[in-house]
């Protein structure tokens, strides 16, 4: 599953709209510890 700039794009729009410009950051850093934290996993069953 690919998604280019357009799609990017419309994703960030609703995601503004539903949570509003002042709670997107928490939720980027949440959503990127939630991914370091999946990555070391699968690298430490390996």
Request: aromatic share 4%; no cysteine.
């Amino acid at each position: 599953m690919h998604l280019g700039v357009p799609e990017l794009l419309v994703i960030l729009a609703i995601l503004l709209l539903i949570f509003g410009g002042s709670r997107l950051p928490g939720l980027g850093r949440g959503l990127g510890k939630a991914i370091r934290g999946f990555r070391e996993a699968t690298r430490n069953r390996e």
